[in-house]
């Protein structure tokens, strides 16, 4: 798919390979998710292409006339008529992460695996963590389904633990990105959590987040001019889930963290931020549902239909989000494209969240 730019309207044109956003309940695929996440930023930061757009999706609206087409090079082409602010090369450059290693965490399956493709297809190489060896193996096996010249390395490692952690750094000194995506999930009652489920929750989601950043953070500012590192948090975090109280406690404990870690940014290149995904329907969601559901004395399918009138009914997407939508953002923060953007907490939570702070 194309968007042309003419006749004082932006309009979706059919025939380039690709596509620009998601239709309700399908996953990007090709080009499409490779620069997806840069191009929805376009909607809020016309200034990089020079038009003023009200959707990436049903492109409706512009100032200039210019063509704008995806390649499988993860390249855009602009073809200025009449007085476009930037270059194509400028547009490009600000979602190309050529030369770039990003490491993501948790990459196997889900949000982790949705990011691990769409920052490949944005150029970058990158490695694929998992604790088991066939996992990583087959995460990278579908990344190059879609992308048969991605640069990827396998990862495998514990990263719940300090012992792991450690290994991946010795084998991975440095990184340009950071995706901290790894997290577990247990729904349980309040009364029933022990202290060595406290414990796992906290290790796994938010120490292997610290003891990451720590490493590759002061790399980054000491060895380089630029950076990203990005927490996979949740809307959990703010809404904290009564079944599962030390999950949105770790949740909670990420927004911290990045934002003091953050702070040690400033005047650089290097910008920490986090995202809060919503409900989304990963693989395993049929499994944590059926989890949650047995605690609650349910069943998985009528907890489905109550996700979004009892559990989350502010929500404004009123569905699950796809893997892909939620690294669609993070793909975004990851680019040149979000200099600007540090220190913040961004949603995709579909609405969920009513407070606009």
């Not at 610290?210 to 990203?228: E, I, N, Q």
């Not at 809060?276 to 395993?284: A, F, R």
């Amino acid at each position: 798919m194309a968007a042309e730019l003419g006749d004082g309207h932006l309009r979706a044109v059919p025939g380039a390979q690709g596509r620009l956003g998601e239709e309700q309940g399908h996953a990007a695929t090709g080009e499409g998710l490779a620069v997806v996440g840069a191009l929805r930023a376009v909607e809020d930061l016309g200034e990089l292409v020079g038009v003023e757009v009200v959707d990436v999706d049903e492109v409706t609206h512009h100032r200039t006339d210019a063509t704008i087409r995806t390649a499988s090079s993860i390249s855009a082409s602009l073809t200025v008529r009449g007085g476009a602010k930037r270059s194509a090369e400028a547009v490009t450059a600000g979602i190309d992460l050529s030369g770039k290693l990003a490491l993501v965490t948790g990459s196997t399956r889900g949000i982790g695996l949705a990011t691990a493709t769409g920052l490949a297809q944005m150029g970058a190489e990158v490695i694929i963590s998992g604790r088991q060896e066939a996992a990583v193996a087959d995460a990278i096996a579908k990344i190059r389904q879609s992308s048969p010249a991605a640069r990827l390395q396998a990862a495998v490692f514990d990263l719940g633990a300090a012992e792991g952690c450690t290994a991946l750094v010795a084998r991975f000194p440095e990184v340009d990105i950071l995706v901290n995506n790894l997290g577990i999930y247990e729904p349980k009652a309040f009364f029933d959590i022990e202290d060595a489920d406290w414990t796992r929750m906290f290790e796994v989601n938010v120490m292997s987040g610290v003891r990451l950043t720590r490493h590759y953070l002061k790399r980054m500012l000491d060895h380089k001019d630029w950076g990203r590192v990005v927490f996979v948090s949740s809307e959990s975090a703010i809404f904290i889930p009564k079944e599962m109280v030390h999950y949105g406690f770790s949740k909670a404990a990420q927004l911290c963290i990045a934002r003091g870690a953050a702070e040690q940014t400033k005047s650089t290149n290097v910008t920490v931020n986090s995202v809060l995904p919503g409900p989304t329907w990963v693989e395993m969601a049929p499994v944590r549902l059926a989890a949650r559901a047995k605690g609650m004395g349910t069943t998985a399918d009528e907890l489905a239909a109550r996700t979004f009138t009892e559990r989350r009914p502010s929500s404004l997407l009123q569905r699950y989000a796809t893997p892909e939508e939620i690294a669609n953002l993070i793909c975004y923060v990851c680019s040149k494209a979000s200099s600007a953007t540090n220190g913040a907490v961004l949603r995709a939570d579909g609405g969920i969240v009513t407070n606009p702070f």
